[in-house]
């Protein structure tokens, strides 16, 4: 259980951050919101100090992922994220957010979200792709218009299997930093097509920490979910819903503490403090880990928890990838960076992870790239 005494545990949720200057960002056709690469333009010079320790870690960048010659033929060479997840089929699906079909940000056929399929098993050589959701291009998993007067464009927050079923978690975006609400999608053919679910979530729920969100299916037949706001300022909250109730938003439990108890089903108190981006829960090996850009210090960081409502604070954290500054990468520090989801077929000692990076001030690289970690679970 996490100890209600620790001195990093929040009381109360943090006040709202102020709304992002959206012009700052602005790339392509005027109102475009790009990927969820917002705040990207942190360097090192602005980055928190104290990374946590990487002792015995190996860090390896096997490849990039996108781009010309990778995804061409997918027209879709600008993209990011790349969501893996093992379909009903066997195959893993990789979901991007805003796509784009030549080598720059902006450049033609604006699409959110996209999916690959991939039928890799040899992770160590490399994901290769197999096909694309919608044919020889990657087409839009649903049909809408981006830039409409209701929202911008609208970006996976995280997809998970159960049984022969995938279930879309989605963010619904107008602007910046805006969300207008949140979704569950699904799919019963293994992501070649996508159904709306019914399920949507109010962008203010829970104190707009319920936005951008990771979830994995326990063996007790919940599904876990760690949640924050879209905006990589605030911490992390905790709720479990019965998988087979997962499209029914009034079966969310949140966890909270409140007279010297956790509980389920009290207010949902943050579990770790901290500016969360992009997160990746799921279980490996009988524990539970937990991956996501941490905005505030610039890197991607990972747990390992017995449990999701162990002490996240005293539980086994790394740091697995620094951010970087262009010109000076390598392996291990990687320039405006974010993502960091786990590939299926990894271990604790041989992670494998989708990682981001946009270079904000030439609008390319915009990609999806790879790398491994050896030795996380020591």
């Given at each position: 259980m996490i100890d209600p005494h620790s001195p990093r545990l929040p009381h109360s949720h943090a006040a709202h951050p102020p709304r992002i200057d959206r012009s700052t960002f602005l790339r392509g056709s005027a109102g475009v919101l790009l990927g969820s690469g917002f705040l990207l333009g942190t360097s090192p010079s602005t980055a928190a100090a104290g990374p946590a320790p990487r002792e015995g870690l190996e860090v390896t960048k096997v490849g990039d992922l996108t781009g010309p010659g990778l995804t061409t033929r997918f027209r879709m060479e600008a993209t990011d994220l790349g969501i893996p997840v093992r379909t009903p089929d066997g195959r893993t699906l990789f979901v991007f957010g805003d796509s784009f079909e030549d080598a720059v940000v902006g450049g033609g056929w604006w699409r959110s979200p996209t999916a690959l399929y991939s039928t890799t098993t040899d992770l160590e050589a490399g994901v290769e792709w197999s096909g694309a959701v919608g044919g020889e291009a990657a087409e839009q998993l649903w049909d809408y218009d981006h830039d409409n007067p209701v929202f911008t464009t609208v970006l996976p927050s995280d997809v998970i299997t159960i049984g022969d079923t995938m279930y879309l978690h989605a963010m619904v975006n107008k602007g910046l930093g805006n969300v207008v609400w949140t979704e569950i999608w699904r799919s019963?053919?293994?992501?070649?097509?996508?159904?709306?679910?019914?399920?949507?979530?109010?962008?203010?729920?829970?104190?707009?920490?319920?936005?951008?969100?990771?979830?994995?299916?326990?063996?007790?037949?919940?599904?876990?979910?760690?949640?924050?706001?879209?905006?990589?300022?605030?911490?992390?909250?905790?709720?479990?819903?019965?998988?087979?109730?997962?499209?029914?938003?009034?079966?969310y439990e949140p966890w909270g503490y409140r007279d010297g108890v956790w509980d389920w089903g009290l207010p949902p108190t943050p579990v770790l403090d901290g500016a969360f981006g992009e997160m990746c829960l799921r279980p490996l090996e009988g524990r539970w880990v937990l991956t996501w850009f941490n905005a505030g210090d610039y890197r991607i960081d990972g747990i390992i928890a017995d449990t999701p409502t162990a002490n996240l604070y005293t539980a086994h954290r790394r740091t697995l990838i620094h951010g970087g500054a262009w010109g000076e990468e390598d392996d291990s520090h990687v320039a405006q960076l974010y993502g960091g989801y786990i590939i299926p077929g990894s271990t604790l000692d041989d992670l494998h992870l989708t990682v981001s990076q946009w270079n904000t001030d030439h609008d390319w690289p915009y990609r999806v790239m790879q790398h491994r970690i050896r030795g996380f679970g020591s």
């Open positions: 019963d053919d293994s992501g070649a097509t996508w159904v709306h679910t019914g399920a949507h979530f109010d962008a203010d729920l829970h104190d707009g920490l319920f936005q951008l969100l990771t979830w994995a299916e326990g063996d007790d037949g919940y599904v876990y979910v760690y949640s924050t706001a879209f905006t990589r300022s605030r911490p992390i909250i905790l709720h479990r819903v019965p998988s087979s109730a997962i499209a029914d938003p009034g079966a």
